[in-house]
């Protein structure tokens, strides 16, 4: 049956990455509008391999343009249920990544896609080929689905139409756990979907802890893992606690175990520097580690700017991702936001100093209210320095972390400029302990150290020959 599509459909091609001078057209994405919907339906409802396409198709599009794109899917089957919508629109992910030449990132509203030159050239000219595509792995692979239809838009003002009830449907998804926490249930879940680029990443799915690709809740893991055991969603019993605050279980620590292959032992659902809940790459968000204000930063995805640590969301997700446990760093979704676990061990909501305002427009309802002003925007605060001030200013929580230093005498002696330079960090914030590991690639943006301050960006280095001398 794959042959009669003009591109070859196999899980090799889930790593593909089409640069900007090969892509053919960009698909949605942070310049354009799109989404991708998975909805249950009933059975009459849905006509099986149906497509419809409503705006101009590939052939019709300017080679090297971005265009708007939406992909609705209806599914229908004895075993289908609305808890399933999530997970099966997770794997249209994966299916568009199956095909040679088509690169799909992200998810829900947030999906970026572009089909390279060279599928193109080779026949790919229509959606219709990537819809069924989809709709004939979706069959295969899901076997709960009986029926499946299409509905492809590459019309912006039908996007504009839909993409409203499409956020209320996520919404209403995320909504569900709100009345249900950790400790009301025995299993959590898990999900390998990523495993293909993150080999050791552990993703755990719990009632106060949606998965990093903000795709997944506990319900969409359970629903899962019940029409599907053998799936890449499955259950993990949750074992015994071993620490609420952080988020400890002994079932969770066995499956990080097995799951990176040995690699990590333990993993704490709710901390951020004590053995934090692996990154594989898809999170919607990254927290920062700042050292110099003892604070976590947080930028999203659609933050085209520059964190007051210097580095943009691109940079942060390059280190962070891979399936890595990294001390200092934390991939999240955004719903993760709104648990009331949220990295608790080390301080939640207090410990936040900084986030783009976009982002914390979203979940600016979900905060403490005592904390909403508090917490600095790029409007606030682009560099350490101006963060640093506007913490003081709104006597910000994380103050109660900072040490006063005794002001040395020299300082009066010291130039105007050291001098005011000095007093403003009287109050300087006392930095934790980290571990040996902790990320020896970031910058320390502390303004005023002296010195010489080298930032490695996208760099490859190699080293033929290394001596190591004894110091006299
Ligand atoms: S981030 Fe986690 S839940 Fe989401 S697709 Fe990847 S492995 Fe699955």
């Known amino acids: 049956m794959a042959d009669e599509f003009p591109f070859e459909i196999s899980p090799m091609f889930e790593g593909e990455r089409i640069r900007k001078e090969g892509m053919h057209v960009e698909l949605a994405g942070p310049k354009s509008k799109g989404f991708e919907l998975v909805r249950a339906a009933d059975m009459n409802d849905v006509e099986d391999g149906r497509f419809t396409l409503i705006g101009p198709d590939l052939q019709d599009m300017e080679e090297g343009s971005r265009y708007p794109f939406a992909m609705i899917y209806k599914i229908a089957g004895e075993l289908v249920e609305t808890d399933l919508e999530s997970i099966v629109e997770r794997r249209n992910h994966e299916f568009?990544?199956?095909?040679?030449?088509?690169?799909?990132?992200?998810?829900?509203?947030?999906?970026?896609?572009?089909?390279?030159?060279?599928?193109?050239?080779?026949?790919?000219?229509?959606?219709?080929?990537?819809?069924?595509?989809?709709?004939?792995?979706?069959?295969?692979?899901?076997?709960?689905?009986?029926?499946?239809?299409?509905?492809?838009?590459?019309?912006?003002?039908?996007?504009?139409?839909?993409?409203?009830?499409?956020?209320?449907?996520?919404?209403?998804?995320?909504?569900?756990?709100?009345?249900?926490?950790?400790?009301?249930?025995?299993?959590?879940?898990?999900?390998?979907?990523?495993?293909?680029?993150?080999?050791?990443?552990?993703?755990?799915?719990?009632?106060?802890?949606?998965?990093?690709?903000?795709?997944?809740?506990?319900?969409?893991?359970?629903?899962?893992?019940?029409?599907?055991?053998?799936?890449?969603?499955?259950?993990?019993?949750?074992?015994?606690?071993?620490?609420?605050?952080?988020?400890?279980?002994?079932?969770?620590?066995?499956?990080?175990?097995?799951?990176?292959?040995?690699?990590?032992?333990?993993?704490?659902?709710?901390?951020?520097?004590?053995?934090?809940?692996?990154?594989?790459?898809?999170?919607?968000?990254?927290?920062?580690?700042?050292?110099?204000?003892?604070?976590?930063?947080?930028?999203?995805?659609?933050?085209?700017?520059?964190?007051?640590?210097?580095?943009?969301?691109?940079?942060?997700?390059?280190?962070?991702?891979?399936g890595k446990q990294v001390v200092g760093f934390l991939g999240v979704g955004v719903n993760y936001f709104r648990s009331p676990k949220f990295i608790q061990a080390d301080g939640g909501w207090n410990r936040v100093v900084w986030m783009p305002k976009m982002l914390k427009d979203k979940v600016f309802q979900d905060m403490p209210e005592d904390i909403r002003e508090k917490i600095a925007t790029e409007d606030d605060a682009k560099d350490i320095d101006s963060l640093r001030n506007f913490l003081k200013e709104k006597n910000h929580p994380i103050l109660e972390r900072w040490v006063e230093e005794e002001v040395e005498e020299e300082v009066e002696e010291a130039p105007a400029k050291t001098q005011a330079a000095s007093q403003a960090g009287s109050a300087t914030p006392q930095m934790m302990q980290m571990p040996a590991n902790f990320m020896p690639s970031m910058p320390m943006m502390g303004s005023g150290s002296g010195g010489v301050r080298i930032i490695l960006k996208n760099a490859k280095v190699t080293v033929d020959k290394i001596t190591i001398l004894k110091e006299e």
Request: one cysteine or more.
């Open 96 to 322: 568009q990544n199956y095909i040679q030449g088509m690169m799909h990132l992200n998810q829900r509203d947030d999906v970026w896609i572009r089909v390279g030159k060279e599928a193109v050239s080779k026949g790919l000219n229509s959606f219709e080929h990537i819809a069924k595509a989809v709709m004939m792995l979706f069959k295969n692979e899901l076997p709960f689905i009986e029926k499946v239809e299409a509905i492809y838009i590459t019309d912006m003002d039908e996007i504009e139409k839909e993409i409203e009830n499409t956020r209320e449907v996520y919404k209403a998804r995320d909504e569900r756990t709100r009345g249900l926490h950790d400790e009301d249930v025995d299993t959590f879940y898990g999900c390998t979907l990523c495993a293909s680029f993150a080999p050791t990443n552990v993703c755990v799915v719990t009632p106060d802890r949606i998965s990093l690709c903000g795709a997944i809740n506990w319900f969409d893991g359970r629903a899962a893992a019940k029409v599907d055991p053998e799936g890449p969603q499955f259950a993990i019993p949750k074992g015994e606690l071993l620490d609420a605050e952080s988020g400890e279980y002994s079932g969770v620590n066995e499956f990080a175990k097995k799951l990176s292959s040995g690699e990590y032992d333990r993993i704490k659902l709710h901390s951020f520097m004590e053995y934090p809940h692996t990154s594989c790459g898809c999170f919607e968000v990254v927290g920062f580690y700042i050292p110099e204000v003892d604070g976590i930063g947080w930028v999203d995805r659609d933050f085209a700017g520059t964190a007051p640590n210097g580095l943009q969301f691109s940079t942060m997700a390059g280190q962070t991702g891979g």
